[in-house]
């Protein structure tokens, strides 16, 4: 009888433990995920913060009278494809693709505007969808639908148009064809 009593108490006791022991696992898993989300939100809105200067640099440096260089880094991490980007108010800007090592975007420029002056670290193409493009205010050089303007690295530019256009802007580390 005695042997039973001890038996029924030990096995009792065996299932308390387990009881507790899974009760653990559970609260040590709940505050991990708890702690690891929030190390997760912590991160995401820095990074919130740290792409929206980046964003309010580019603005400024993209319609900036001074020439500013602008980075392949800074265009593939500067904006949420599909976001229009107001430049000034007559340059707008969105990123298409930036998933490969060319980098789309599309911008629309009204009559009369420009970009502001800028270099990059990385080569240049804008192909004219409608509309037409020259490679600063004062350049007599323009180009209209179906065709392009090229930019190499460090090659200071500024480019608009004098008639409503909207143009496919590409950015590579590698000379276009």
Same mark, same amino acid.
């Given at each position: 009888?005695?042997?039973?009593?001890?038996? &029924?108490?030990?096995? +009792?006791?065996? *299932?308390?433990?387990?009881?507790? /022991? !899974?009760?653990?696992?559970?609260?040590?898993?709940?505050?991990?995920?708890? %702690?690891?989300?929030?190390?997760?939100?912590?991160?995401?809105?820095?990074?919130?913060?740290?792409?929206?200067?980046?964003?309010?640099?580019? &603005?400024?440096?993209?319609?900036?009278?001074?020439?500013?260089?602008?980075?392949?880094?800074?265009?593939?991490?500067?904006?949420?494809?599909?976001?229009?980007?107001?430049?000034? /108010?007559? *340059?707008? =800007?969105?990123?298409? %693709?930036?998933?490969?090592?060319?980098? !789309?975007?599309?911008? =629309?420029?009204? /009559?009369? !505007? =420009?970009?502001?002056?800028?270099?990059?670290?990385?080569?240049? #193409? +804008?192909?004219?969808? #409608?509309?037409?493009?020259?490679?600063?205010?004062?350049?007599?050089? +323009?180009?209209?639908?179906?065709?392009?303007?090229?930019?190499?690295?460090? *090659? /200071?530019?500024?480019?608009?148009?004098? &008639?409503?256009?909207?143009?496919?802007?590409?950015?590579?580390?590698?000379?276009?064809?």
């Amino acid at each position: 009888m005695i042997l039973q009593i001890n038996y &029924i108490a030990v096995l +009792c006791c065996f *299932v308390l433990l387990v009881i507790f /022991a !899974w009760l653990m696992k559970s609260v040590i898993k709940y505050n991990l995920k708890k %702690d690891g989300l929030k190390h997760q939100n912590e991160i995401d809105l820095k990074l919130k913060y740290l792409k929206t200067d980046v964003q309010k640099r580019l &603005i400024r440096d993209f319609s900036s009278d001074e020439i500013s260089l602008i980075t392949y880094q800074d265009l593939k991490y500067n904006v949420n494809i599909g976001e229009l980007v107001e430049v000034n /108010a007559g *340059v707008f =800007y969105k990123a298409v %693709d930036l998933s490969g090592p060319v980098l !789309w975007y599309k911008t =629309y420029i009204s /009559a009369g !505007w =420009y970009f502001g002056g800028q270099v990059h670290d990385c080569f240049e #193409r +804008c192909f004219v969808v #409608r509309g037409s493009l020259k490679p600063g205010p004062k350049s007599n050089i +323009c180009v209209g639908p179906g065709k392009f303007l090229d930019f190499d690295i460090n *090659v /200071a530019h500024n480019p608009g148009s004098e &008639i409503q256009t909207e143009i496919d802007v590409y950015f590579s580390l590698t000379p276009f064809d």
